[in-house]
T-cell receptor
Framework: GIQVEQSPPDLILQEGANSTLRCNFS?????LQWFHQNPWGQLINLFY???GTKQNGRLSATTVATERYSLLYISSSQTTDSGVYFC???????????FGAGTRLTVKP | GAGVSQSPSNKVTEKGKDVELRCDPI?????LYWYRQSLGQGLEFLIY????????KSGLPSDRFSAERTGGSVSTLTIQRTQQEDSAVYLC??????????FGQGTRLTVV
């Protein structure tokens, strides 16, 4: 079946540092999304990015569908960025939204 | 509504009892999803609805789990004869077509 791999699984940063999170796919990438799950469990949609690059404040994302990966960039990290970052996509482009295992980010003050 | 609403927020039930979890999606959203998340784990896909039909039920863990969606809106996930391994957070999401998805706050189920 379709594999969604996220790396790294865990990441610890000092406040102010930059980071790159990656999502790899074993097959074509459809309707890629990035989410942040805060320490209280709420999942927030960061980007809907099937292709190209988007930016929102300190966060930006790039999806290269032809090479089957997406990157999430966090610049000048803050403690509030802590949590788990998930990517999702629709295998076979059939609206069947599946998630990677996530990257757990801890930003230390 | 303004966002995806799930109820109850928390549910404690005795082993062997049935439970119903409810999800109110964003108005007009055509697709609705249920996921299960155990402590410290990822999102386990359960089922999704396109309108009132469920094209993919492959994620339901056993025949004790069922779900329905009526009127293209509210969905109910039912777990019969609950077991302790059913304890988890159950998350619902909705979206319009294949666009941006939004999640509810989840229902934390504890089976004692």
């Amino acid at each position: 079946g379709i594999q969604v791999e996220q790396s790294p699984p865990d990441l610890i940063l000092q406040e102010g540092a930059n980071s790159t999170l990656r999502c790899n796919f074993s097959d074509s990438v459809n309707n890629l999304q990035w989410f942040h799950q805060n320490p209280w469990g709420q999942l927030i949609n960061l980007f809907y990015i099937p292709s190209g690059t988007k930016q929102n404040g300190r966060l930006s994302a790039t999806t290269v569908a032809t090479e089957r990966y997406s990157l999430l960039y966090i610049s000048s990290s803050q403690t509030t960025d802590s949590g788990v970052y998930f990517c999702s996509e629709d295998p076979y482009n059939n609206n069947d939204m599946r998630f990677g295992a996530g990257t757990r980010l801890t930003v230390k003050p | 509504g303004a966002g995806v609403s799930q109820s109850p927020s928390n549910k404690v039930t005795e082993k062997g009892k049935d439970v119903e979890l409810r999800c109110d999606p964003i108005s007009g959203h055509t697709a609705l999803y249920w996921y299960r998340q155990s402590l410290g784990q990822g999102l386990e896909f359960l089922i999704y609805f396109q309108g009132n039909s469920a094209p993919d039920k492959s994620g339901l863990p056993s025949d004790r789990f069922s779900a329905e969606r009526t009127g293209g809106s509210v969905s109910t996930l039912t777990i019969q004869r609950t077991q302790q391994e059913d304890s988890a957070v159950y998350l619902c999401a909705s979206r319009y077509g294949q666009g941006e998805a939004f999640f509810g706050q989840g229902t934390r189920l504890t089976v004692v």
